[in-house]
């Protein structure tokens, strides 16, 4: 049975609500369900993490989330679908700490997902800061 557009989205929506929750509450088990085990992440300085160091830095004391009441919104979606990999484009308006720095700014996130026999997992992320006065 082929998936359609909608219920693709749904799914990955779930996925990132999924993280939300778990990066909030700094589950780590849950994250490591979460996220593939090739897993990079390459921050807005170039800095580029693999899965461990990602979740480390999450579930790090100084990291919070809850702070400045945690937002994460996305506009500007943009999706690329292929079978069992998806890639996704989005502008991301953050607000939060990470190792008690203020990550708070627009972003750019491209993202890719993959789905495996248990579902879909995150297969890495790139965050590229916007410019000030850029929408």
Known sequence: MRRTPDSLDQELQQLKE?????AKSKDRASLEGILHDDYSF???EGT???KPTLIDNIVHPTTNFLSHNFRRAETNIA????GRTVT???DVDLIGDLRG???TGKYINTATY????????I???TITQKEEGTN
């Open 123 to 125: 297969m890495g992320n």
């Open 88 to 90: 996704e484009a989005a």
């Open 42 to 44: 390459i921050g807005p």
């Open 114 to 121: 993959v789905k495996g026999l248990n579902g879909w997992q």
């Open 79 to 82: 999706v690329s679908a292929d």
């Open 101 to 103: 720095e203020d990550r």
């Open 18 to 22: 999924e993280f939300q929750r778990s």
């Open 48 to 50: 580029v993490f693999d």
